[in-house]
């Protein structure tokens, strides 16, 4: 057991092993919240005081969960000397919405939803309510589609059914009518969007005492990550788990509080002082993860907010590397430039995968990703278009959603004529009124026509027929042959990659079965939803890691670059138009900040294509805000086109400090002799451009590279 408290500071150590009483852990980044609240549960379980199936511990994403589970089985002894029972396996970890789901899933009876309820993601949402305004002859110009999701969504994050929703005036009143109208289909289809998991989970058990008593007996001990980010109900729903006997902890910070937006409110930190912690109130201050430079700059860039608790990091790392800063004329040579930079790190032996590309907006990666793809530079996208939500893959998905709940009038709509069976708008418009006169699915208004939707309903029967008794995996791939879509992207030239995801799929299902208990399709369909995109393509290979910075919230990385810091886009132009909208910005600046370890680069452009359209941006205020005796910046890189070798250009050579200069001769170990052309950087950061006799022209880091002049 002390091997585990071993590595942990004072503080540290008093945290995870406080004795039996809630507290609030409220620390900086990087000061091992994490860590503490891992090695808690490791140490409660390993010194008997609970057994793994009495925690609940909610983290903020799957990933961070899975990471989780891994940590604490390697803290632990092997399985020889544990109790029985202690296999971690019977912890609940997981996000509240995984959590949720497991909930539901056990008592979908009491929840009042079909045992197959499928969940809807955020783009099947949004489908839903359309279809929803279309059968209510809905004016969408008036009301927006978009804006009823967003009704609806806020209301279920704060609790509100539709007979309770804040409804005004006669828009939102319509919008509440329309909110019940949407509830009523989801239940009539079986399915559940994302708040609903939430705000269901948590009625079953405020209006279920029995239920509610056996969860507050048997979690004695509840853990919450992250716990700034919370919204109303969550801390709602968690409460319902507290019993009198249960201990709470929760770490969290409130500089790193970057979803207002959602409804997250630090207030919760606050009311779960006075309610739980009863002052029991655990600094961190030591940070362990950035070196000297990274945190100067995240701590002076946080202090200009007013809205603190107030608390300040340090740490015993030397100042380390200086923070590059690089301005390029455009998106396209802002990509160039990290794409350079990461090679060239990536020759001084840091992995790609411990190097994050961080951006504040979605729509930003396509150029850093096409300049990553030209490059050969193997790349994963965190966020973005997750895997599951690919066309392709949302197709196979509907298959296999009507094998185990037909009456998903969505997944029928998506895959009844796709691949194409000649059943068109006029025969499903048709199907739609049989099915709205007898009040039944189209799925059974299917089943008794004729023609060719009886057909479609008919395939879906062999399918399910045919793969009777067949594991996951193999039903998957029967299923995605059987319908037709292999064929039709095998015959589509531009199929392969969607080929490729659907065999990613039944891989995908292969590893789903070995890692959980609940290998039926069902469990699969409601993993698909919930997953956060961790199994694209190429898993396990060492790959550049991009993200927007949202999603890097509790990850950390040797190298980050933080792209496209001009205004409106970083900060955010939205952020002008919202209370304490720049705070927020800037909280998310202090994030991506202190996700470096070592080296932290800053870039932004001069001009940038972004929703079609050419920006040139001013710097963002955020750079201004750092110290300047942490910063470094780079001399932009001249364009080479105007100069050639035989007669060096007149130019005045950059101020540097190398002892080299521009045309002079050098040898290199294996290179051979050449001529210097260009420079770049300065101090430890300097690289020259050499055009070798026999090896084309090369950059070389003259720390690394070894140069004599020749
Ligand atoms: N006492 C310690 N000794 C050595 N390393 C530590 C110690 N405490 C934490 N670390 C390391 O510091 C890094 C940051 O820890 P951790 O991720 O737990 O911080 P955090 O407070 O959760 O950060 P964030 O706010 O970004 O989520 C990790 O690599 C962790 O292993
Ligand atoms: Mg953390």
Not at 511 to 517: A, D, G, I, N, P
Request: negative net charge; hydrophobic residues 40%.
């Amino acid at each position: 057991m002390s091997t585990l408290l071993d590595t942990l500071n004072p503080e540290q150590r008093a945290a995870v092993t406080l004795p039996h009483e809630s507290a609030l852990i409220l620390a900086g980044a990087g000061s091992g919240k994490t860590r503490v609240l891992t090695t808690r549960i490791a140490w409660l379980i390993q010194t008997g005081q609970v057994s793994p199936h009495g925690i609940l511990a909610v983290t903020f994403t799957n990933k961070a969960a899975k990471e989780m589970l891994t940590r604490i089985s390697a803290m632990l002894p092997p399985s020889t000397s544990l109790r029985a029972g202690a296999n971690p396996r019977g912890m609940w970890v997981g996000t509240f919405h995984g959590l949720a789901n497991r909930l539901l899933r056990t008592h979908w009876r009491e929840a009042g939803l079909p045992q197959s309820f499928q969940i809807l993601d955020s783009a099947d949402q949004l489908s839903a309510i359309k279809r929803l305004m279309k059968a209510l002859n809905v004016d969408t110009e008036k009301y927006e589609p978009k804006k009823l999701q967003w009704f609806i969504n806020g209301n279920k994050e704060a609790g509100r059914r539709a007979r309770d929703a804040d409804a005004y005036d006669d828009y939102s009143m319509r919008l509440a009518e329309l909110y019940e109208a949407y509830d009523a289909q989801c239940q009539r289809e079986g399915v559940a969007d994302f708040p609903e998991l939430l705000l269901r989970s948590y009625e079953l058990l405020y209006r279920n005492e029995p239920l509610r008593q056996h969860y507050q007996d048997r979690f004695k001990h509840i853990l919450i990550d992250e716990f700034q980010d919370t919204n109303t109900l969550q801390y709602r729903w968690l409460k319902l788990f507290a019993g009198p006997h249960t201990v709470l902890f929760a770490v969290g910070d409130d500089d790193q509080s970057i979803y207002a937006f959602r409804g997250a409110n630090t207030a919760n930190m606050a009311e779960f002082e006075r309610e739980f912690a009863h002052g029991n109130v655990i600094k961190l201050e030591q940070n362990y993860r950035s070196h000297g430079n990274i945190l100067t700059a995240a701590n002076t860039l946080i202090s200009q907010n007013a809205h603190r608790l107030g608390k300040n990091l340090w740490t015993a790392e030397g100042e380390g590397e200086p923070i590059r800063v690089f301005e390029a004329y455009s998106d396209q040579d802002e990509a160039s430039f990290v794409v350079d930079e990461a090679k060239a790190l990536n020759r001084e032996g840091v992995s790609f995968s411990d190097m994050a590309l961080l951006y504040r907006s979605n729509a930003q990666s396509r150029v850093l990703e096409h300049a990553l793809f030209s490059a050969g530079v193997a790349y994963r996208v965190y966020g973005g278009l997750r895997f599951f939500e690919r066309q392709e893959i949302k197709h196979a998905l509907a298959y296999l959603r009507l094998m185990t709940h037909p009456e998903d009038d969505g997944a029928f709509l998506r895959v009844v004529n796709f691949p194409a069976r000649g059943i068109g708008a006029r025969t499903l418009e048709q199907l739609a009124d049989t099915a709205a006169r007898s009040g039944s699915s189209l799925w059974q208004a299917a089943c008794t026509g004729s023609g060719k939707v009886a057909g479609f309903a008919k395939l879906i029967e062999d399918i399910k027929q045919a793969t009777t008794g067949l594991t996951l995996a193999e039903t998957i791939d029967h299923a995605i042959e059987a319908s037709g879509l292999a064929d039709y992207y095998r015959a589509d030239k531009d199929g392969a990659d969607r080929l490729e995801n659907l065999n990613e799929l039944v891989n995908a299902a292969t590893l789903f079965s070995e890692e959980s208990e609940d290998n039926t399709l069902d469990a699969f369909l409601a993993h698909a939803a919930l997953e956060a995109g961790e199994h694209q393509a190429g898993a396990g290979q060492d790959a550049l890691q991009l993200m927007t910075v949202h999603a890097a919230k509790g990850l950390e990385f040797h190298t980050v670059f933080i792209t496209g810091l001009e205004e409106s886009l970083f900060p955010h132009e939205q952020s002008a138009h919202e209370e304490n909208g720049l705070e927020e910005e800037r909280r998310l600046m202090y994030v991506a900040i202190t996700r470096a370890r070592r080296r932290l680069y800053l870039t932004h452009a001069q001009s940038r294509m972004l929703h079609g359209q050419v920006r040139y941006g001013i710097p963002s205020r955020f750079l201004a805000e750092l110290p300047e005796q942490v910063l470094l910046h780079l001399n932009r890189r001249a364009e080479p086109s105007y100069r050639s070798v035989s007669e060096p250009a007149p130019r005045a050579t950059p101020a540097n400090d190398t002892g080299y200069r521009v045309g002079q001769s050098v040898a290199h170990a294996k290179f051979g002799t050449g001529i210097i052309i260009d420079f770049e950087g300065r101090g430890a950061d300097a690289r020259v451009q050499v055009k070798f006799r026999d090896a084309g022209t090369k950059w070389l880091a003259l720390a690394y590279a070894k140069l004599s002049p020749a």
